[in-house]
């Protein structure tokens, strides 16, 4: 049981970032809603209700790495669904991951956050909506269901959203540099209305700076054998 556990461990170090030291959050909230930023992400088919709330952005240097969002799952067939509620952005510096800031931009009320998914190294570069198109007046609306990020190191992260609609194309990328913040766009609560919350979204590409590429390349290449010293020191604890 004892050989059991430790591999179930050292299988953990690998998929959960963090495992092995303790990270620490903190929200950015709009305290650096004016960072400078070299372009902006979009897509064409979102969600057509709502309005467009307001930008958060990561701190200088700090560019998002992985990310996590809110959902509500089938609330069954006689109940509104809202399904994709919220996309919260974690924030590095340098692609260390022990202290990281987090931005959300305005989120809806309901279903649950999950846990964070991160790009192995790298950043956030590109991204991909789900959607379900409009449903006719007395059918139930969702608008975004899910979404889809490109890492800089060319994995593809997916969130745990629902399945109505279909992904549309991906959006433009930022090429060298990456993901530093976000804006939603939320359908306000009504009590006696088909509600449809997060129905598009936005990101901006902030530069990176040529010693934070060659840092970020340096990691990546260290990052098999900080690995294995992760997997060392779980199996001793």
């Known amino acids: 049981m004892a050989g059991l556990f430790y591999t179930l461990l050292a299988v953990l170090a690998v998929f959960s970032p963090g495992l092995c030291e303790k990270t620490f959050l903190q929200s950015a909230g709009v305290a650096f809603k004016d960072r400078p930023h070299t372009s902006e992400l979009t897509v064409s088919y979102g ?38 509620n919220g996309i919260r952005l974690f924030c590095s510096k340098d692609d260390s991951r022990d202290f990281m800031y987090t931005v959300e931009s305005h989120t809806g009320y309901y279903g649950d956050w999950s846990e964070p998914q991160y790009c192995p190294t790298g950043v956030l570069t590109s991204f991909q909506l789900r959607v379900e198109p409009y449903q006719g007046p007395s059918a139930d609306d969702t608008a975004a269901n899910n979404i889809k990020f490109l890492c800089s190191t060319d994995p593809i992260l997916e969130g745990n959203g629902t399945e109505w609609g279909e992904y549309g194309d991906w959006s433009q990328g930022c090429g060298k540099d990456g993901i530093c913040g976000i804006d939603t766009k939320m359908e306000e609560y009504d009590p006696n209305g088909d509600n449809t919350s997060l129905n598009d979204v936005r990101f901006y590409c902030c530069a990176k700076s040529e010693q934070v590429r060659r840092r970020g390349a340096e990691i990546g290449s260290e990052a098999q054998t900080e690995t294995a010293e992760c997997l060392v020191h779980t199996k001793q604890v």
């Not at 057509?48 to 240097?61: L, S």
């Not at 799952?73 to 669904?81: F, M, R």
Request: glycine letters at 10%.
């Open 47 to 84: 969600g057509q209700w709502g309005n467009w709330t307001w930008p958060e952005m990561c701190p200088d240097n700090f560019f998002a790495v992985g990310f996590s969002v809110r959902v509500e799952h089938s609330q069954g067939p006689d109940l509104d669904d809202t399904a994709l």
